[in-house]
């Protein structure tokens, strides 16, 4: 699945602006994270129109890539999600970074994963039993 990435300058109002972007062209935000610095932020979406998504904020002058990301479906159970990163670590896979979406899907909580071996990672997590969500999923 695919994640948008957005550079933001830390100022009052760049965040209400992007939404509003996305907004204004038809796209549902279905989660997001934020993480900064004292002179920027990155954005990072996942949303139903990506490439809409994309080009509407390149439209408006802002900086936006993709990346390649997981949805892991995990349990709820205490535990799970430490033995899924012991698998990965065991096989050499590094998450580069992860994020949860609120709710849950068909029981399970959502983590969306950034891995440096994304298609290695997600064949030992589904040999693993851990379902993979499609963005139509979440």
């Not at 992007?18 to 038809?26: E, N, Q, R, S």
């Not at 993480?35 to 990506?50: M, N, P, Q, W, Y």
């Amino acid at each position: 699945m695919e994640q948008l990435s957005v550079l933001l300058e830390n100022k009052v109002g760049h965040l209400a602006e992007v939404t509003g972007i996305l907004d204004a062209a038809g796209v549902r935000i279905k989660t997001l994270v934020l993480a900064d610095t004292s002179e920027f932020g990155i954005l990072r979406l996942i949303v139903d129109k990506t490439e809409e998504a994309y080009r509407a904020l390149h439209d408006k002058g802002f900086t936006a890539g993709r990346t390649e990301v997981v949805a892991l479906g995990l349990d709820t159970e205490a535990g799970r999600l430490r033995a899924i990163l012991a698998l990965l670590g065991e096989s050499a896979i590094n998450v580069e970074y992860m994020y949860a979406c609120p709710g849950s899907t068909g029981g399970k909580n959502v983590i969306i994963c950034r891995f440096d071996k994304i298609e290695k990672a997600v064949d030992i997590l589904q040999a693993n039993g851990v379902h993979i969500f499609s963005s139509s999923e979440i």
